[in-house]
């Protein structure tokens, strides 16, 4: 079955600590890669995106994402996170033959001020 | 630019009974659709609209629910009779074009189902 699997449920650093979160997906074909967060309170908003191009990509709040099709993964990093990083967040992928947008099971990262 | 909206932003229901979501998408999206997350699982996909007609239900539970978007705008996800196992946040979403490849989804804030 298609899949989007998020390895690290919870993940608990303090501040300035790197963050890495893994996200690999078992589609084949050419996909569309996306993170989104969701902050405590707030509703889903979009962290960064790949389409196509550079693998590396950057998106808001210093966040950036790795594109790795050999490996099929999309893993999020951030260099040194911030209290108000703490958010739950998702990976998703939708194949550019379908429609829909397939999401993990989200990751909650909790930062320690 | 108003954003996705959803009504109620909470429900809770006795088993049995009915409720119905409403999602306005962003004007002139003509992608719409509707996820579900129950107790911390993935966000799972439920349907898609394409305007008014539906292009793909596959995650759509069982006949219990019935999405509708007449007029291609605004939408209905009705739960007819829902039962505790449909508890959960029923997020939606739209997309400004027919074409998927170059565009991301913006969600709506959720509505919280508490089914009891």
């Known amino acids: 079955a298609q899949s989007v699997s998020q390895h690290n449920h919870h993940v608990i650093l303090s501040e300035a600590a790197s963050l890495e979160l893994g996200c690999n997906y078992s589609?084949?074909?050419?996909?569309?890669l996306f993170w989104y967060v969701q902050y405590p309170g707030q509703h889903l908003q979009l962290l960064l995106k790949?389409?196509?191009?550079?693998?590396l990509v950057k998106g808001i709040k210093g966040f950036e994402a790795e594109f790795i099709k050999s490996k099929f993964s999309f893993n999020l990093r951030k260099p040194s996170v911030q209290w108000s990083d703490t958010a739950e967040y998702f990976c998703a992928v939708n194949r550019r033959s379908a429609s829909k947008i397939i999401f993990g099971s989200g990751t909650r990262l909790s930062i320690r001020p | 630019e108003a954003g996705v909206t959803q009504f109620p932003s909470h429900s809770v229901i006795e088993k049995g009974q009915t409720v119905t979501l409403r999602c306005d998408p962003i004007s002139g999206h003509d992608n719409l659709y509707w996820y579900r997350r129950v107790m911390g699982k993935e966000i799972k996909f439920l349907l898609h609209f394409v305007k008014e007609s539906k292009q793909d239900e596959s995650g759509m539970p069982n006949n219990r629910f019935l999405a509708e978007r007449t007029g291609g705008t605004y939408s209905t996800l009705k739960v007819q009779p829902a039962e505790l196992e449909d508890s959960g946040v029923y997020f939606c979403?739209?997309?400004?074009?027919?074409?998927?490849?170059?565009?991301?989804?913006?969600f709506g804030q959720g509505t919280r189902l508490t089914v009891v």
């Open positions: 589609y084949g074909g050419t996909v569309n």
């Open positions: 979403a739209s997309r400004p074009q027919f074409s998927w490849e170059n565009t991301e989804a913006f």
């Open positions: 790949y389409f196509s191009g550079d693998p």
